[in-house]
């Protein structure tokens, strides 16, 4: 089937591109075509604010000039009824998708104030003026639909009801695909000593205290290992992870964001064991990219990855994963351990449940 793609995408960076980029890529030679409208990925709440009047200004020249969609596929950084609103004739009658890759729902806040409560309302509004929702985990469904009700106790009066219920009736499951090509071609680098790697950006929400703590108690242990922090930097946490993996000395081999994808494939090829310790996550490709590149994976036993990995990949509690960590580098586990696992959410996996499920929205 060709089908005509509006995708909407106001930060445009991150596993939002790459996820979209892929699509893009491997569905056009199935008969597919796109017109992107995308943002740079810079001041996020902004962009969930104003994001649906740049978008449906564009839309409308885009439709003035002669293009016409089958399907609006967008992800939840766009208030989908605004723009659907402001776009008016131009997206008239297009059945629309809107993919979760995360929900305000459940996203940690720290300071909370009137104005958070605009992010989640302009999930659920963007959820029920879509023909279907599509969510990266089950825990991301679940717990999206499971916060609805309380939330919309907030209102002082007029609390609508059913909302809940009618998200969840067209919504379903559907795993961000992953290229594989770089992980492929980077050889396996392993060197003497066991390389444990914590692959995720610096922020509070991924708690890198948490890692810090764990590997260095088995430094002062004595155990002879190394360790690499990849991933983008930010004011807030930069100085205390310089200040933390100093302390580490020799055994910290990397410290940074690689420079380009393939440097980061390297890297993730040179480590044995892959370490999460985040405090939020409705996926986790990093995570999944690591499994595909050879690493073993301890992930925390909570938020979305109970239902992505067996339980004696997951630890309970800090004095579990040092428990954990210490095992895997006194027995350095073989290159390879979930590959299978990482395997599961490649583009040429999952390729063919994208385009099903845009066929049957668009099909009505």
Request: proline share 7%.
């Amino acid at each position: 089937m060709s089908l005509r793609i509006l995708a909407l995408e106001p930060y445009y960076g991150g596993s939002h591109r790459a996820v979209l980029d892929g699509l893009v890529e491997r569905m056009t030679p199935l008969g597919y075509s796109f017109d992107l409208l995308t943002l740079p990925p810079r001041k996020w709440k902004w962009r969930m604010r104003g994001a649906a009047i740049t978008m449906a200004e564009q839309a409308r020249a885009l439709h003035d000039a002669g293009s016409r969609w089958d399907l609006i596929f967008a992800s939840t950084f766009i208030n989908l009824a605004e723009f659907v609103a402001l776009a008016g004739e131009a997206v008239a009658g297009v059945p629309r998708i809107v993919y979760f890759h995360e929900n305000q729902l459940l996203y940690p806040v720290r300071h909370t104030a009137e104005w958070d409560f605009q992010f989640p309302l302009t999930n659920i509004t963007s959820a029920l003026v879509a023909d279907a929702c599509l969510f990266n985990t089950r825990y991301n469904l679940d717990g999206f639909v499971a916060e609805i009700p309380g939330f919309l106790k907030a209102f002082p009066d007029h609390q609508p009801q059913g909302v809940a219920e009618r998200i969840a009736e067209h919504s379903e499951v559907l795993a961000p695909p992953f290229d594989p090509a770089p992980l492929d071609a980077a050889p396996p680098a392993r060197g003497s000593r066991p390389r444990v790697i914590w692959p995720h950006r610096w922020e509070y929400d991924k708690d890198p205290e948490a890692f810090f703590a764990a590997v260095g108690v088995l430094a002062a242990e004595g155990l002879d290992f190394e360790v690499a922090v990849a991933g983008q930097s930010f004011r807030e946490t930069e100085a205390l992870v310089a200040e933390a993996a100093s302390a580490l000395g020799d055994r910290l081999v990397h410290l940074g964001e690689p420079e380009s994808r393939n440097a980061y494939a390297r890297l993730l090829a040179s480590s044995d064991i892959a370490v999460s310790t985040a405090r939020n996550e409705f996926f986790g490709l990093a995570m999944i990219e690591a499994c595909y590149a050879g690493c073993a994976p301890l992930v925390p036993d909570r938020l979305a990855y109970p239902e992505l990995y067996p339980a004696e990949m997951r630890y309970r509690n800090g004095q579990e994963l040092v428990a954990r960590l210490r095992g895997l580098i006194l027995e350095r586990p073989e290159p390879g351990t979930a590959r299978a696992l990482g395997a599961m959410y490649t583009f040429e996996a999952l390729v063919p449940r994208y385009a099903e499920a845009f066929e049957r929205v668009a099909k009505g």
